[in-house]
């Protein structure tokens, strides 16, 4: 508890020594940017922008025997029609065999700092569901509250509009997106539910797939960045599940979702920090579990802390980050009904290892997670980490 409270005072009082400035997104691509904010800013400068990112893996549990997978690989594609319309998308390929397209929409410049954008898009919720790309962040793999609480990499289809007030050093983001899918008939005729207490509502990402949509969501996020190396987010996510047709009447088959989310990133010279928050209140889950026979929590919280210091000099085109991150996520935080709160789903990770960036573009990963949850007398097994990360 002391090194977590000495990293938290750390990463507050490096923030108090920064001015105001401007955006510094452009500035930076590695730390600032994603992919396809880079396919839009137009780096190419041709009509035709091709890019990737990919990720290969080595996990090692404590006793158990380690698996090697190459975790995802993914070819960006960026058509410009005129200077105000532009095609995004990206095609991903997961441990070899799996094929997502995770991303695919318009972007129709309005003007300068405004946005119209429509199609298959990432919800805006944290830091990692919009910017994880492998040498973005620390840590063979991305954290766990972006697993189990924000179920990255979490997109839907939608339309939105984007942009900046400049004025106010804020960026903005508003969506109307279908939902996540709650329930379906199986093939035997009983209702099937697609979100548990484990990880939340994860299971209920439609991704594209022919989504079905009875209610609309609503996302927002604002950014403010006016102040040098430092971006605050706030989010927000409203609506209801989707279920499919004549499942919907049946007492249970949606449930309510209100979800808010606050980050922070930070860096200064040779010391990056980031933070994030998450909590989510889900309404009607103890009829949902009875109808399902699953075990959904009401509530879902997750935050972590990290903290990062290049050992190389300033001067070095190579970076080799020493970090550490502290995270805490429960997906039984609240339960509805007769459900008994599990203890096994309230957990903790503390991540420490090493980052070398041996190029723009190119990082390799190890790390040594310690894993802990709230049970007593159960031991969580421990586990070892490496990983090469590749984004161009």
Do not use: C
């Not at 960026?171 to 005729?189: L, R, V």
């Not at 979100?195 to 996020?221: E, H, N």
């Amino acid at each position: 508890m002391k090194a977590i409270t000495s990293l938290v005072f750390l990463f507050f009082s490096t923030i108090s020594f920064a001015q105001t400035v401007q955006d510094s997104i452009p500035t930076n691509s590695e730390q600032k940017e994603n992919a396809s904010q880079r396919i839009l800013s137009g780096n190419s400068g041709g009509a035709v922008t091709i890019g990737g990112y990919g990720e290969m893996v080595y996990n090692q549990p404590e006793g158990d025997n380690g698996t090697l997978d190459v975790h995802r690989l993914v070819l960006l594609l960026g058509y410009k029609f005129d200077e105000k319309t532009q095609f995004i998308t990206e095609i991903e390929v997961e441990h070899v065999k799996e094929i997502y397209v995770e991303q695919a929409f318009v972007n129709y410049a309005i003007s300068n700092n405004v946005n119209l954008r429509g199609g298959l898009m990432l919800v805006p919720m944290g830091i990692i569901n919009e910017f994880h790309e492998p040498t973005t962040f620390n840590g063979t793999s991305r954290p766990a509250v972006d697993h189990d609480i924000v179920p990255t990499t979490w997109r839907e289809l939608g339309v939105g509009v984007t942009g900046r007030i400049p004025e106010y050093s804020l960026g903005y983001q508003a969506y109307i997106f279908n939902g996540f899918k709650s329930t379906a008939f199986d093939s035997d005729g009983g209702v099937k539910g697609f979100l548990k207490g484990k990880d939340g509502l994860r299971g209920g990402r439609q991704k594209g797939i022919k989504s079905t949509v009875d209610s609309p969501t609503l996302s927002a996020k604002v950014d403010y960045y006016g102040i040098p190396g430092l971006r605050f987010g706030l989010a927000g996510y409203f609506g209801k599940t989707q279920a499919d047709d004549k499942v919907e009447d049946l007492d249970g088959a949606n449930i309510g979702i209100s979800m808010v989310g606050f980050d922070v990133r930070y860096a200064f010279r040779k010391f990056t920090a980031r933070g994030e928050f998450v909590y989510a209140s889900l309404s009607d889950t103890d009829k949902y579990n009875a109808l399902t026979g699953k075990d959904l929590g009401s509530a879902l919280m997750g935050y972590y802390v990290e903290g990062a210091y290049n050992l190389l000099p300033m001067t070095a085109k190579q970076k080799l980050y020493a970090f550490a991150r502290y995270e805490h996520y429960d997906t039984h935080a609240s339960t509805e009904g007769t459900l008994v709160r599990n203890d096994a789903y309230n957990r903790q990770d503390i991540t420490a290892g090493l980052s070398y960036h041996i190029a723009n573009g190119v990082v390799v990963k190890g790390d040594y997670q310690i894993k802990d949850n709230a049970v007593d007398g159960v031991d969580v097994k421990n586990q070892l980490n490496f990983g090469i990360g590749v984004w161009f």
